[in-house]
């Protein structure tokens, strides 16, 4: 875990690389309690809503994304993590996940650390993106 | 040219951290002399960020950018009596009104991404509509899907356009990632009406201006 | 002419209320095992104890997974005939134990129109508070859904 009093505005964090498999975006339709038949789990409701494929739920997403800051800064860091579902997310694929800190402050005696958070694809595609804060502790 | 803070819906950044990020930019060997807030839908004419501006040494103007029946237009030198004259919030607008609008009110309304799929001008023009009043469109935009601003330089190089870049930042690191070049000096939103209808600038990416080479 | 927005707007300022949702130590694990999380706190009591924690903590995105739970009433926006997840916002408050027993208040925020790629959509944003048993809240979750046509 990095200390707060070492961190740089403009530093990365990642990138990781993750990739949501059939079997985990089902296992996670059965923890979110989605109705099935489902786009994120049957190609021919994805189909029927516009969909070319079967697509990664937005909420798996993010926690997926919330394991890139997790990782970094400890299981209780992060204080906020707000996200913009820009592109449909495709199962089986390589997917992203990186952040670079924009910026650092003390407020109510907490380190925060903002930081920009994307979720990308092979091409460069922009899936997920929006802003993530962490608390991290001074040296 | 084209950049989005929390008081536009999807975007997640400040105009602190904006400015503040450009400082990383400088200290990076980059040019980076000024932003135009363009909010979605709206303008706030109270917003006054001259302290911010001078305590960071950015310029920092302040536009709109409307939802219209034929894509997006970016809005410069807005005022009040503009705001009075259009329903920022109506995404059905008709654009050419909004154009002779803008003009009537020393404004200025030019086409966003004119590229972008399924809602850029591009698209419209081959639909068969025509657009009199456009000399100028957002040639370089920064969120740009592939294949996007391509087709915006594809618009003006057919069409005889001139074309100004925008970041369309809505993270902080996003912003200037690209911009406009302009001939004259500009210090509140009329200059950049002024030197738009002077016709002498020149859309730049990011990496042009590192060490001085552009701008 | 201006887009009239047609929806239900005796929805704003009422508070619907679900649960209690129990997070169980099954919950957790499907949750972990479905995004590769791996973290010692997430994974067991032992490993969440040596961080500091009481015991095994869940991942901080669960009240998001858990909020899809909570019946929402229809906005009746008359727009659209497709709906998709635009996007999510969460604050932990407070760590989520195995055991804890969670109530949601909800609320509607706010219902625009804009325009994208996809045409003109008609976003509907709700709020939702999370609460332990003990009256701490535990997290707050923001969640936008676009209707488009």
């Not at chain 1, 996670?28 to 516009?50: I, L, M, Q, Y």
């Not at chain 2, 966003?112 to 639909?127: E, K, S, V």
């Not at chain 2, 600038?201 to 990496?207: D, G, I, R, S």
Request: proline content about 4%; aromatic content about 8%; charged content about 25%.
């Amino acid at each position: 875990m990095p200390y707060y009093d070492e961190i740089e505005l403009g530093d990365e964090i990642g990138p990781i690389e993750k990739v949501a498999t059939d079997d985990e975006v089902s296992n996670f339709c059965h923890v979110w309690g989605a109705p099935t038949p489902n786009r994120f789990t049957n190609a021919d409701v994805a189909a029927k809503s516009g969909m070319k494929e079967t697509i990664v739920p937005g909420i798996m997403t993010m926690a997926m994304m919330a394991q890139l800051l997790t990782d970094w800064g400890g299981p209780g860091s992060i204080k906020d993590l707000d996200l913009v579902f820009r592109q449909p997310v495709p199962h089986n694929r390589a997917l992203t996940m990186a952040a670079t800190i924009t910026d650092l402050r003390e407020e109510d005696g907490e380190n925060l650390v903002e930081c920009d958070i994307l979720m990308t694809g092979t091409e460069g595609e922009r899936y997920v993106g929006g802003k993530a804060i962490v608390t991290l502790p001074s040296r | 040219m084209h950049s989005h803070s929390v008081a536009s819906d999807d975007s997640r950044a400040t105009v602190e951290q904006y400015v503040k990020w450009i400082q990383v930019l400088r200290k990076r060997g980059h040019t980076v002399d000024g932003i135009v807030l363009t909010e979605h839908r709206q303008f706030d004419s109270q917003k006054d960020y001259s302290s911010l501006a001078s305590q960071f040494d950015v310029l920092i103007l302040k536009g709109s950018e409307l939802d219209t029946r034929y894509g997006h237009f970016l809005v410069y030198g807005v005022t009040e009596a503009l705001t009075k004259a259009i329903d920022f919030s109506d995404v059905r607008m008709d654009s050419r009104e909004l154009m002779k609008a803008a003009r009537q009110h020393d404004a200025i309304a030019l086409p966003a991404h004119p590229g972008r799929f399924g809602i850029g001008l591009t698209d419209y023009i081959a639909q068969g509509e025509t657009f009199e009043d456009v000399s100028i469109v957002e040639r370089f935009n920064g969120g740009s899907r592939p294949g996007e601003n391509e087709r915006a330089d594809e618009l003006c190089i057919s069409h005889g356009l001139l074309g100004i870049g925008g970041s369309d930042a809505h993270l902080t690191s996003h912003i200037a990632t690209c911009m406009t070049d302009f001939n004259a000096v500009i210090k509140k939103e009329s200059d950049l009406v002024d030197a738009l209808l002077s016709n002498e600038f020149q859309p730049v990416w990011l990496a042009d201006t590192l060490n001085g080479s552009s701008a | 002419m201006a887009m009239e927005l047609e929806y239900d707007r005796s929805l704003y300022g009422v508070e619907h209320k679900a649960g209690p949702f129990e997070i169980t130590d099954e919950i957790i694990d499907r949750a972990n095992s479905s995004t590769g999380e791996s973290g010692l706190a997430f994974t067991s009591d032992g490993g969440a104890q040596e961080l500091g924690y009481k015991g095994r903590i869940a991942p901080p995105t669960l009240p998001c997974i858990l909020v899809r739970q909570v019946s929402l009433p229809d906005v009746k926006v008359k727009f659209g005939k497709t709906q998709m997840h635009a996007g999510q916002r969460v604050e932990p408050k407070a760590p989520v134990y195995s055991g804890d027993q969670l109530t949601a208040s909800s609320h509607l925020k706010d219902v625009y129109a804009k325009t994208g790629r996809s045409g003109t959509m008609v976003f509907v944003v709700w709020e939702t508070t999370f609460t332990n048993q003990d009256g701490t809240v535990v997290a707050e979750v923001q969640e936008s859904f676009a209707k488009r046509e």
